[in-house]
């Protein structure tokens, strides 16, 4: 092969949110770890007066190979609704996208040639942008497979059949090609559900129907009932997907109120599969009441414990939750009960997951079920206790405990909107008790599926797995655009 081969330029334009930040990073390292014809150029957006995304991206090993260029901040009208303002920022920043693309191509001159767009599954209007270049655009999906085929199905119900928020809500459930059961209508995601969502999720789902290919953050052996509908309903086929996962968060960049060397420390203590970590994702809050609830369940229950407690942010702001003060811990918790379980058990603010789930103590996760919180338990055969609270959370704690019988159901309809009932949810501490006790149960079904897969989705990226077959063909596809 002689040196001076042309590089395979991609352009990546990921969604600027912690975990689709996060996932994207890791899958770009993964392609440029597997052939070195590639170079990558990850293009980062913010969204006015926040930078959460930084702290990541500043630690990418930049090289050659992976470049990152921060996207100028744009403003947006101020007060502008939430159901806008991504498409507010997408819009505004498609200049500076151009932009960019243009100078890197201007750079690169003779080494390289532009190969792909790789777009964000909220970023599909980029896709305008990468047809100026005349290049393909892959989208990359940060949920799982069942869940897209959810979401092309409904596109097709409004386009087809005319089926908008307000007949979705009357419906009791609805046949989906890439779920074997019928998903509930109290699974489907709040945002599907609201009339105000409804041109944003027209658009998601039609730009996700524009794309060349999607990229999705799963693996056939987890989802093959779902893989295989995308080769077979007459609705999916002609759109490839590539489950290249599981892609997953490395170790934390951020520090919690208790250092996670004391939270290795006392896990280490604690004999094996015997505790249960409570964590409920980076925007995962609860008011005072259900954390009183769930403080009397823990404490019900025996079990010893890890707990990711954080304070909700104020009413009415977009603010991610924040660690309580210690200080405060021992208001909002019931009396004594910090006092009461100091030996079996730790309250902790932000936690390091991966890091806590990959600890052999840890026996069960309650867990909103957010899809990288799923793959990573799935990956350290932890099983989940499932309680969603928003986005697509719903639909995959039933795809956990319905489709696939790797979780045990807390709830499977709990959302933090109040869409459906106008009041506010709200789980009793022995529903919550029961879930614990399920979940740590030595000898339960779900535990051994849990551990079958566990093996599997360690062997699906090494040579001759699954998610291996369909990364190289994926990579063989944006080299032949060269």
């Not at 989802?223 to 590539?242: K, T």
């Not at 660690?323 to 730790?346: A, H, Q």
């Amino acid at each position: 092969m002689c040196s001076k081969m042309k590089k395979a330029d991609v352009v990546f334009i990921p969604y600027p949110d912690v975990g689709h930040i996060v996932s994207t990073l890791e899958f770009a390292k993964l392609l440029i770890n597997r052939d070195n014809r590639l170079r990558i150029t990850i293009l980062v957006m913010n969204f006015p007066h926040t930078s959460e995304t930084e702290v990541y991206t500043k630690s990418l090993p930049i090289s050659d190979s992976l470049n990152v260029i921060n996207l100028p901040e744009c403003s947006l009208p101020p007060n502008i609704a939430p159901t806008s303002s991504t498409t507010a920022l997408l819009e505004a920043q498609k200049s500076n996208v151009k932009q960019a693309v243009t100078n890197l191509t201007t750079e690169r001159g003779e080494n390289g040639v532009l190969a792909a767009f790789v777009v964000d599954m909220f970023c599909t209007t980029m896709i305008d942008v990468a047809k100026e270049f005349s290049v393909p655009t892959l989208v990359f999906y940060t949920s799982g497979v069942a869940f897209l085929g959810l979401m092309l199905h409904l596109h097709t119900l409004r386009e087809r059949d005319n089926v908008d928020s307000d007949k979705l809500l009357q419906l009791t459930e609805l046949s989906v090609p890439s779920f074997a059961n019928s998903v509930p209508s109290k699974s489907l995601p709040t945002i599907v559900l609201q009339k105000e969502w409804e041109s944003f999720i027209m658009n998601y789902e039609k730009g996700l129907k524009n794309a060349d290919g999607i990229i999705v953050n799963s693996f056939e052996e987890l989802e093959s009932y779902a893989v295989h509908s995308f080769a077979s309903h007459p609705d999916f086929v002609g759109l490839p997907i590539y489950p290249v996962g599981p892609i997953l968060n490395p170790e934390p960049k951020t520090k919690g109120t208790v250092d996670s060397n004391d939270i290795n420390k006392w896990l280490d203590d604690q004999p094996p599969s015997s505790v249960v970590f409570l964590c409920f994702g980076s925007r995962g809050s609860f008011d005072e009441d259900q954390v009183k609830e769930i403080a009397l369940a823990i404490e019900n229950s025996g079990a010893r414990f890890v707990w990711s407690l954080r304070k909700p942010p104020s009413k009415g702001t977009m603010a991610s939750p924040s660690d309580y003060p210690l200080s405060d811990l021992d208001s909002v918790l019931p009396e004594g009960f910090l006092d009461r379980t100091k030996e079996i058990g730790m309250v902790i603010g932000w936690a390091p997951q991966a890091q806590i789930l990959a600890h052999q103590a840890i026996g069960g996760f309650v867990s909103h079920c957010g899809w990288n919180s799923t793959l990573e338990s799935i990956y350290f055969g932890v099983p989940i206790a499932t309680w969603p609270l928003y986005a697509e959370q719903q639909a995959n704690a039933f795809e956990l405990v319905c489709e696939l019988k790797m979780g045990v159901e807390i709830v499977l309809d709990y959302r933090v909107e109040e869409v459906y009932s106008g009041h506010s949810y709200f789980v009793a501490a022995d529903k919550i008790e029961r879930g614990i006790r399920s979940v740590l149960d030595k000898d339960g079904e779900v535990r051994k599926k849990v551990k079958e897969m566990s093996e599997k989705s360690r062997k699906t990226l090494l040579e001759g797995g699954s998610s291996y077959i369909y990364l190289g063909r994926l990579i063989d596809y944006i080299v032949n655009q060269v």
